[in-house]
Nanobody, 125 residues
Framework: QVQLVESGGGLVQAGGSLRLSCATS????????MGWFRQVPGKNREFVAV????????YYADSVKGRFTISRDNAKGTVYLQMNSLKPEDTAVYYC??????????????????WGQGTQGTVSS
């Protein structure tokens, strides 16, 4: 079993920044590709970013490209999402997710095996 715990959400003004963290349990974190998703009430969970098991490959949703950066520290078992130039439409609950295999980067929620509980990020205008 893998446990994921997000932190770092909060309230920020438009144009500001937030850094989300996702700490994982388990000894094989370096084998997982890790993704960030977000969800607002009444809408489906939306892909944000994904990073490969090694950290060498990343992929972003068009809506966040150039503003968000995903990274990981395999020694700490933690993945990060640095969010800059935030907009009110970035307001959502942000979830990290783990896919327990080394393969192509995935962008659909059903392709992930474990999820965190989510952390709220709110951007005021």
């Amino acid at each position: 079993q893998v446990q994921l715990v997000e932190s770092g959400g909060g309230l920020v003004q438009a144009g500001g920044s937030l850094r989300l963290s996702c700490a994982t349990s388990g000894r094989t974190f370096s084998s997982y590709s890790m993704g960030w998703f977000r969800q607002v009430p009444g809408k489906n969970r939306e892909f944000v970013a994904v990073i490969s098991w090694s950290g060498g490959n990343t992929y972003y949703a068009d809506s966040v490209k150039g503003r968000f950066t995903i990274s990981r520290d395999n020694a700490k078992g933690t993945v990060y999402l640095q969010m800059n130039s935030l907009k009110p439409e970035d307001t959502a609950v942000y979830y990290c997710a783990a896919r327990i295999r080394r393969d192509l980067l995935r962008t659909e929620p059903y392709e992930y095996d474990y999820w965190g509980q989510g952390t709220q990020g709110t951007v005021s205008s």
